[in-house]
């Protein structure tokens, strides 16, 4: 499956994905020589996204890219993973956690992000220009709210970030991911043990008062605390560098911050950092006038189906004026994101302080220079070099 988007413009799927045959369900050979599908038009994909025909469920899956030492079926979601399940296991967990996202919740949490956004902004103008954007406000930020909602210690970031980026990682092999899973596991149920004993007023401590056993939990907690801290920071990094690759964009939001909310639904849909998303057919099903069989999977491209011509006119042109709802940035149907509310807020309060505070940000080293996270099933960039202040000062 064509993934690099760095054959042109760092922004844009790889032509490949988006060639102009107006196929939007199309054969596609799998890794293991299992002969799939690749859904690249937006109305498929919300119509396999909400269909319960196509399952989650990662044992039934072929995998789109070749993962080093993968077993040759992959083996089912660890307990407590969502994402991997189908209803009614699914429903349960979801109903569950959606109880859990509460307005007052993410009301209260909204205060904190301004807090957390405005203390990022002020270490970063304290140590001088210049900075890694990502290093000092695009994953701090993340991790600090999904911290705080879960009632993780900040402190241990340490311990749990490097097994997130290893599970996201598309390079790294089958015990590499597996090892990962199993300290992000060993840590969250600790931490859960803890919260048993003595509840505070988090997320988890919350859940422990449901009827989720300790493993149940430890893997729930595992998926909100890789979800929330990889996402939002990749969209925070690479948006960035979006916005300042687009000056007259950029220029709109300025004059405007009222254009925030419109401003992060561009940039979800135009940047689609999550992908691609995978399903396995249960039954035969048609769609779009293409018979998929039982057992065919079917690989959604967010990126493709964000760039479709018949729903977003002119899709390769960034234009926070557009209207860009609808896309699929977070996801369709049963499994759509859960975090979508708080990831919005994050956006709309970050970007806008971040250039207030910041009128002259400007990249510090040629586009072409800026590190690109490929590989990853959360694509961004891994550093963002930027400057401040008078041209040649900084
Ligand atoms: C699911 C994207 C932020 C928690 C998803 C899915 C997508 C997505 C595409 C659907 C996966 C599928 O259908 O297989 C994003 C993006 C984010 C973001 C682009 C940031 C801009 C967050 C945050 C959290 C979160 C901050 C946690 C607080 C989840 C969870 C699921 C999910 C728990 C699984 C839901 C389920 O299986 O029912 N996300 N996400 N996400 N997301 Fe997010």
Redesign the pocket.
């Known amino acids: 499956m064509p993934t690099d988007r760095r054959s042109g413009c760092p922004f844009d799927p790889p032509a490949e994905l988006t060639a102009p045959d107006d196929e939007p369900v199309r054969r596609m050979r799998y890794a293991d020589g299992h002969l799939g599908w690749l859904v690249t038009g937006h109305a498929a994909a919300r119509a396999v996204?909400a269909d319960p025909r196509f399952s989650?469920r990662y044992e039934l899956l072929h995998l789109p890219i070749p993962m080093e030492g993968a077993p040759e079926q992959i083996p089912p979601a660890p307990v407590g993973d969502?994402?991997g399940l189908d209803a009614p296991e699914?429903t349960r967990y979801?109903r569950l956690?959606t109880g859990k996202f509460t307005v007052r919740r993410m009301r209260a949490l909204t205060r904190r992000i301004e807090e957390f956004t405005a203390g990022c902004l002020e270490a970063m103008e304290q140590a001088g220009p210049p900075a890694d954007l990502v290093e000092v406000f695009a994953r701090p930020v993340?991790a600090l709210v999904?911290c705080e909602?879960l009632g993780v210690p900040y402190a241990d970031r340490e311990r749990f970030q490097s097994d997130v980026a290893v599970l996201f990682d598309q390079r790294a092999d089958a015990a590499a991911k597996g090892a990962a899973q199993e300290a992000l596991l060993r840590y969250v149920g600790a931490l859960v043990a803890a919260k048993r004993a003595e509840p505070t007023d988090d997320l988890l401590s919350d859940l422990t008062s449901t009827d989720l056993t300790d493993e149940e939990l430890a893997g729930i907690g595992g998926?909100?605390l890789a979800?929330?801290l990889d996402?939002?920071a990749n969209?925070l990094g690479l948006g960035t560098f979006a916005l300042l690759s687009h000056p007259g964009q950029l220029a709109a939001l300025r004059a405007d911050p009222g254009l925030a909310g419109q401003a992060v639904e561009e940039l979800?849909r135009y940047l689609s950092?999550?992908d691609p998303?995978p399903r396995s057919a249960l039954e035969d099903v048609e769609v779009e006038g293409r018979l998929i069989r039982a057992g065919e999977t079917v690989t959604v491209s967010?990126q493709a189906v964000n760039r479709d011509p018949h729903r977003f006119p002119d899709p390769d042109r960034f234009d926070i004026g557009r209207g860009a709802a609808g896309h699929l940035?977070?996801?369709h149907?049963?499994?759509?994101?859960?975090?979508?509310q708080?990831?919005r807020v994050?956006?709309t309060v970050a970007f806008p302080a971040l250039f207030a505070r910041f009128p002259t940000l400007r990249l510090a080293v040629p586009p072409g220079e800026v590190p690109l996270r490929d590989r990853a099933n959360i694509y961004g960039v891994t550093a963002l070099p930027v400057t401040w202040g008078k041209e040649g000062t900084g």
Do not use: D, K, Y
Not at 333 to 340: E, K, S, V, W, Y
């Open positions: 996204l989650s969502m994402t699914h979801r956690l993340p999904i909602l998926l909100l979800a929330g996402t939002t969209m979800l950092v999550a998303l967010v940035a977070f996801g149907g049963a499994h759509q994101c859960l975090g979508q708080l990831a994050e956006m």
